[in-house]
């Protein structure tokens, strides 16, 4: 069956009109007509059935069938702040491939060994929908605007009870895994630096700011691939 994400869908509305951009794709590209039966999912966990009562080009109209809210409601939070790489395609990847295992938000953040200053999320979006989309999840992770390290430490500052991890580089500091540091049930935030590692300054702001220092194993880890391996250490954590 075909999927949409309809991020205006409200709960408890009976008819619900697609956008343009979603309405030429079910009607010219799927070929869908009245009747069609179609699912829907609005970001924050709504899944919906819904049959096509008018197929409009510009304008399609679905008449909802049924909801379930909470859908695959996941059991943990996770965020992941992670240094944006030189080359995007690299946390394009990141980004699908994170939001099809399971992740709930991404902060990227400018340290002091960024290779890239800037990041544009509206086709970093595009992709967090598409992969949300691929994997049947019916919540849409949060991409934050990129921000500089240090002012990310200190807007997370107030949050006591988040779990918070650090992979850095470093030799001459005593690391576990994440599974060593972390319980199941909970709420996760891992720090992920650049091709050059965190500064040595920037890991002491953050151990100073309750960061647990951990190994993502004995490889030396590109940016995307580490910050992937540590989504999959809370995924199997939390099964």
């Excluded at 395609?89 to 980004?95: G, V």
């Excluded at 999840?137 to 107030?158: G, H, M, R, T, W």
Aim: with cysteine.
């Amino acid at each position: 069956m075909h999927l949409f994400y309809t991020a205006e869908l409200k709960t408890g509305q009976s008819i619900f009109q697609l956008s343009e951009e979603e309405s030429k794709h079910a009607i010219r590209v799927l070929r869908l007509n009245n009747g069609d039966k179609v699912q829907l999912i609005d970001g924050v966990g709504g899944f919906y059935e819904a049959e096509i009562s008018d197929a409009h080009p510009k304008r399609t109209l679905l008449k909802i069938l049924s909801h379930i809210s909470e859908f695959q409601k996941p059991n943990f939070y996770l965020h992941i702040a992670i240094a944006p790489t030189k080359s995007i395609d690299r946390i394009e990847w990141f980004l699908e491939k994170a939001t099809e295992i399971g992740i709930q938000e991404i902060t990227p953040i400018i340290s002091e060994h960024s290779e890239r200053k800037d990041v544009k999320t509206e086709r970093l979006n595009k992709v967090i929908v598409s992969a949300m989309k691929q994997s049947l999840k019916a919540y849409l992770p949060v991409l934050n605007e990129a921000i500089s390290f240090d002012a990310f430490l200190k807007s997370i500052e107030a949050d006591a009870e988040l779990n918070k991890a650090i992979a850095h580089c470093e030799e001459d500091q005593e690391k576990k895994y994440l599974n060593q540091v972390f319980l199941a049930n909970n709420r996760y935030l891992i720090l992920i630096g650049p091709e050059g590692d965190f500064s040595p300054i920037e890991i002491k702001k953050a151990i100073s700011a309750g960061f647990i220092p951990v190994s993502l194993g004995e490889s030396r880890l590109r940016t995307e691939t580490a910050a992937l391996y540590a989504c999959t250490e809370i995924a199997l954590l939390n099964r």
